[in-house]
């Protein structure tokens, strides 16, 4: 009996020692899951997504490799905060800073009529404050959703000229997405008008930064067309054409395909357009143009499905006829075809009735020449009027009975078309209308062609003898941007921007030579420059600095006041740190209490006195600044402390 008894201890000791080892090992499992879990979800939190956890027994591991050594430190003094210090065992490696790759910085930029979007990744050293400000001027009343990061990595050499141009280039355009690299700037754009994107083309074609390669993509909705217009000629000069227009691209190169076959040399532009009165027109004008080849010279005009052929003076007749009839049997349905054959002129004749209207670049006309009545005369007289005003007409026509008929509206369709040229004349003729001239519009033939052909209808003939000089253009005139500067710094080297000692305000002197620079500006809209105050040495460099960018701010704010617009116009003020004489002589201190004009954006600096020389204590690698303009409230204040000679 007291055996068994025994031997029921013996069990019953072994299985409280089996179940007591057992509940220990399940306790320090679950104190190893509930560390390893509270440990790895503070990791997590922390954004330490690189540090692996894992327990062994008591001590907990911490493995994995932090990009820095003080990110190793914080994730031990992280996981510290946990667990009990003396239980962790930290066994991270670290990355080797030399095999870090820099991150490709990039900037997106959308504005559209909802307002400004911005995403990317751009140095620290730049700072997303940067963008801010530089759009501060385009942002007012529309909203700015900013999602730019920053990585603290060097800046590379031309990302902040690149990223300049591109806020530039959304500063101009209203509906663009403008994407910053930097060594490249993609600008994607949508005009209103062929007009509009060609300024925008030619407005940021300007200061566009060294390095950096800059990719415009400005789209324009295809014109409408009205009346869709075509004309082209062969004469003794090469065939060409003076007005062009296609449905389609199809279209476009068969037309372009049957003028080099006529003989057409160089670039031919063929707009495409809306506007089209069949979908055959690409057929009836490369049919129409071939005809015109085989009878060897005349023009042939289309007007929506209008087409006059006029043959060359001297052709047979016969001859004239047939190709007229075998190209009316050619040409789609819709379109109507005229024949016009020119009379050769009889050898008796004393001259033809002619009426003559010559517009002088002053804006001054003259008329000279015949017209039928009286009726007729006060007609002409009151249009001429109305299109060039009455104190610029010179009126000396005179009434003659038998004019061919249809004189009168050759006569005023030919006075419209002068009055879009610069200078130039119109010449009515019994057979033909001849306007010659010149205009500062790249694309006036073909407008003047579809005026032309518009007012004068089926069946008549015209020339069209125009010139497109650039200096005419307001788009192509505008100064480059070192001519821009050259032009204020003349004005400045005549008479420069003082201030009454120890004031910001514009006194009459500086205010007369604002209105001088305010008549230069506004052709130097798309040029950046910065104004730059400086003052002499005397007094504390502090107040100095005050003082400079204080009157700085108010030169801008004076152009502002005179109208200009100052987008593009930024102030600095650089105080004393920025000599161009000796501050030991008066006549040094006085030269270097100056205001400056200098390009930015990558553009060549050019200094007030144009020596040629870089300032002593300039930095030539210093970014530009952004473009910032003042607030419209703006208005600058005495300081009390600054010197009164500065």
């Known amino acids: 009996m007291k055996k068994h008894q025994l031997i029921l201890g013996i069990a019953a000791f072994a299985v409280a020692a089996t179940l007591s080892v057992a509940a220990a090992i399940i306790t320090a499992q679950q104190i190893e899951d509930r560390s390893t879990e509270a440990v790895a979800f503070a990791m997590r939190e922390a954004g330490m997504d690189w540090v692996a956890v894992h327990a062994d027994g008591l001590q907990l591991y911490l493995t994995g490799t932090a990009p820095d050594e003080a990110s190793r430190l ?3 003094s992280r996981a510290a905060a946990v667990v009990d210090a003396d239980r962790i065992v930290n066994q991270q490696d670290v990355i080797d800073p030399a095999t870090i790759t820099p991150p490709r910085f990039s900037l997106d930029m959308l504005r559209n009529g909802d307002g400004i979007q911005l995403i990317g990744l751009i140095p620290t050293a730049v700072g997303s404050e940067a963008v801010a400000a530089a759009i501060a001027a385009i942002s007012e009343g529309v909203e700015v959703v900013d999602m730019v990061e920053t990585a603290d990595y060097a800046t590379p050499a031309t990302w902040v000229a690149a990223m300049e141009f591109g806020l530039r280039a959304l500063l101009e355009l209203p509906r663009s997405k403008v994407t910053v ?3 490249r700037v993609e600008v994607q754009a949508v005009s209103e008008s062929v007009a509009q994107r060609a300024a925008f083309e030619a407005a940021l074609e300007r200061g566009q930064p060294d390095g950096v390669t800059v990719i415009l993509d400005i789209s324009a909705p295809r014109p409408v067309i009205t009346p869709f217009t075509l004309r082209y000629i062969i004469d003794d000069d090469e065939p060409r054409f003076e007005a062009c227009s296609a449905d389609t691209i199809q279209s476009r190169d068969r037309i372009i395909l049957a003028a080099r ?17 069949s979908p055959q027109w690409g057929t009836a004008v490369s049919t129409a143009i071939a005809s015109l080849a085989d009878i060897g010279g005349g023009s042939v005009t289309f007007s929506d499905a209008d087409v006059t052929l006029i043959g060359p003076q001297g052709m047979a007749q ?29 050898a008796t004749e004393a001259g033809p009735p002619r009426f003559v209207a010559r517009l002088g670049d002053d804006g001054g006309v003259e008329l000279r020449g015949r017209l039928p009545d009286d009726e007729v005369e006060a007609a002409v007289r ?59 519009d790249p694309d006036a ?30 788009i192509a005139s505008l100064p480059s941007p070192e001519e821009c500067v050259a032009r204020i710094n003349t004005v400045l080297d005549e008479t420069k921007i003082t201030f009454d000692p120890g004031s910001v305000e514009i006194n009459r002197q500086a205010g007369v030579v604002l209105d001088a ?26 107040m100095n600095l005050n003082l400079s960018q204080s009157r700085a701010d108010a030169v801008l704010n004076g152009l502002l006041a005179r109208g200009v617009l100052v987008s593009n116009l930024t102030a600095q003020g650089y105080g004393e740190s ?10 040094g201190r006085e030269t270097n209490r100056r205001i400056e004009f200098r390009l930015l954006a990558g553009a060549t600096e050019v200094a007030e006195e144009d020596t040629g020389d870089e300032p002593p204590n300039a930095d030539p690698d210093a970014p530009a600044r952004p473009v910032t303009a003042p607030p419209a409230d703006f208005r600058p204040q005495m300081r009390p402390d600054r010197d009164e000679d500065n």
């Open 261 to 277: 076959t006529a003989g057409t040399q160089g670039v031919i532009d063929c707009p495409i357009g809306l506007g089209v009165p």
């Open 382 to 440: 009151s249009y001429t009027h109305a299109l060039f005003g009455g104190d610029n007409v010179d009126f000396a026509t005179r009434q003659v009975a038998d004019l061919p008929p249809g004189w009168t509206l050759r006569v005023l369709a030919g006075l419209a078309a002068l009055s879009q040229l610069n200078d130039g004349s119109v010449t009515v003729e019994p057979d033909t209308v001849i306007l010659a001239g010149n205009t500062g």
């Open 517 to 542: 620079l305010a008549e230069i500006l506004p052709d130097c809209r798309e040029t950046r420059m910065e104004i730059g105050g400086h003052t002499d040495s005397q007094g504390r460099e502090e």
């Open 318 to 346: 016969d001859s004239f006829d047939r190709a007229i009839g075998e190209l009316d049997e050619a040409l789609p349905a819709v379109f109507s075809l005229h024949g016009v054959l020119p009379e050769a002129p009889a």
């Open 578 to 587: 920025q000599p161009i004489a000796d501050n030991q002589e008066e006549d």
């Open 445 to 474: 033939v073909s407008d003047l062609t579809r005026t032309l052909s518009g007012n004068l209808g089926d069946g008549q003939n015209f020339e069209i003898n125009v010139t497109y000089v650039e200096a005419l253009d307001p």
């Open 181 to 183: 690299y930097e060594d």
């Open 74 to 76: 914080r994730s031990y």
